[in-house]
């Protein structure tokens, strides 16, 4: 990621996950993002790890690929993790020009590269890229644009502390 940074320093802590300089840098980014992109990007709890709609945590279920009008589609469900997140999130993909998966074992999928670490919604030529990295690997994909929806989870109800 060019950003977002998996193992920052932060006040003297060593491998601390940061989205500070992508966050600062987004405001200037936002209006050359198309508009799903934009508004997934730019949501206030994305990258607020106390958020129920911080990215951070969850697990791809399925992913499907479908022609889209002759263009390419890809859509990634993503299940939640129940001690953080209340939805689950599935994003759409238009207008695929390309999409790179990198996993770290060479057995890997999509289905096992683990729980998301962040990710990062880049402008680009084609319209935008969207880098997710996992505890296996990584994934990229640049699309004319991208739709973010978050659907109600199934979680049983979280035990409290006697």
Partial sequence: ??????SATVNNISSVI????YLQLLPQMASHLPAGARAFATDPQHYDFYSRRCVK????DD???RDD???QAIEIAFGHNCWKHEEN?????????SYELRPEEATSDWTNLGS??????LPHDLGCS?????????????????VATWVSANCPEQPTAQ
């Fill in 1 to 6: 990621m060019r950003y977002v940074k998996l």
């Fill in 18 to 21: 940061s989205a500070r300089a």
């Fill in 57 to 60: 945590d969850l697990t791809i």
């Fill in 63 to 65: 992913v499907s690929f």
């Fill in 69 to 71: 009008d002759g263009h």
């Fill in 89 to 97: 999130l599935t994003i759409t993909y238009s207008g695929v020009s």
């Fill in 116 to 121: 998301v670490i962040l990710d990062e919604v």
């Fill in 130 to 146: 969207h880098e997710i990295a996992y505890r296996g690997g990584t994934l990229t994909i640049v699309s004319t644009d991208l």
